[in-house]
């Protein structure tokens, strides 16, 4: 890519090129930051920004994968955002105001945005993982372009299926493994689908619609173990019961990626703690999306989290 880079701007560094990170960056761009601010977006994953809630419609069949992309690598060129795709920030030194990649390379900043979201919760089960700390075949999560490219693999000449998690992803995970022919079970620990949004009146109502489609619903069911010594044979739980499937998603919710915020200092919580300007104790270090905590809240809906992009343009674009 030419540089385009001009040395009288300032310095914008974002961490995390998802949809909250990347949906800032568009605010900022919307605000007139584009002729005050260089920026530059580290990306963990080696491509544009794309839309996760679509990722069950690419398991599905009914998206392709490149339907689901909000911008994809050529909208960062035309609005000359140097994107490190494929990049992980490793640190960042405040007091030389520098995030460091992985690879040691440092990039200054004058305005740091951390939106390095979530990751999938991971409950504590014995055989999830073989000795090198990988997981165990036929073991997966459901979160990114490369997670359903796993899953769709591996799922070629398949029967069964289980999903841990009777969240919405879950059960959209679960819609998405019916497309392979397989026969899915959801298993939940708790006593109602969705618990976040639905009552449990609610939830039942649910259970009896995802299982008049083909989805097998097991509820209170606490999984202990996944079985089988080379790849997944199925699952064995608190009460003594087992089930058979030659493959598990893991949907148990999300953890806040707030590591490299905690390794410079900044105060850490649930999340990277923020005021009302979506700023940390750090006047220059701001974040945003599923990894900050606003008043004791972290949040995993697009709507607040737009609206939390706005709220961080808006100040960090003031004359």
């Not at 026969?183 to 006593?191: A, D, I, P, R, S």
Request: proline fraction near 4%; aromatic fraction near 6%.
């Amino acid at each position: 890519m030419p540089d385009v880079l001009k040395q009288d701007k300032r310095k914008l560094v974002v961490i995390g090129n998802g949809m909250a990170g990347a949906r800032t960056v568009e605010e900022i761009l919307a605000r007139g930051g584009g002729e005050r601010f260089d920026i530059t977006i580290f990306g963990d994953e080696p491509t544009g920004n794309y839309n996760r809630i679509l990722l069950s419609n690419v398991l599905n069949g009914s998206y392709k994968e490149d339907e689901i992309f909000l911008n994809p690598l050529d909208w960062y060129r035309e609005n000359h955002i140097r994107l490190l795709a494929g990049t992980r920030a490793a640190g960042i030194l405040r007091r030389a105001r520098l995030v460091f990649a992985e690879d040691g390379t440092p990039q200054p900043y004058d305005k740091l945005i951390i939106a390095t979201g979530s990751r999938p919760f991971l409950p504590q089960m014995e055989g999830m993982t073989m000795p090198d700390g990988k997981f165990k075949p036929g073991v997966f999560v459901f979160r990114t372009l490369e997670d359903c490219r796993g899953i769709a693999a591996y799922a070629q000449g398949k029967t069964s299926a289980a999903v841990i998690g009777g969240g919405l992803l879950g059960l959209e995970a679960a819609r998405g493994l019916q497309n392979f022919g397989l026969e899915v079970n959801v298993v939940h620990l708790g006593g109602h689908l969705m618990p976040q949004q639905l009552d449990p009146s609610a939830g039942a109502i649910l259970k009896t619609s995802m299982e008049k489609l083909g989805v097998k619903v097991l509820l209170k069911k606490n999984t202990t173990a996944i079985l089988g010594q080379d790849h997944v044979l199925g699952l064995r739980f608190a009460d003594g019961s087992t089930l058979e499937c030659d493959m598990v998603v893991i949907s148990a919710g999300i953890k806040a990626n707030w590591e490299i915020a905690a390794g410079c200092g900044l105060p850490i919580e649930r999340g990277i703690v923020v005021d009302d300007q979506m700023r940390t104790d750090d006047r220059d270090i701001y974040a945003v999306g599923e990894c900050a905590q606003h008043r004791g809240q972290t949040y995993g809906l697009v709507a607040p989290l737009w609206e939390q992009a706005k709220v961080l343009a808006d100040h960090i674009t003031e004359k």
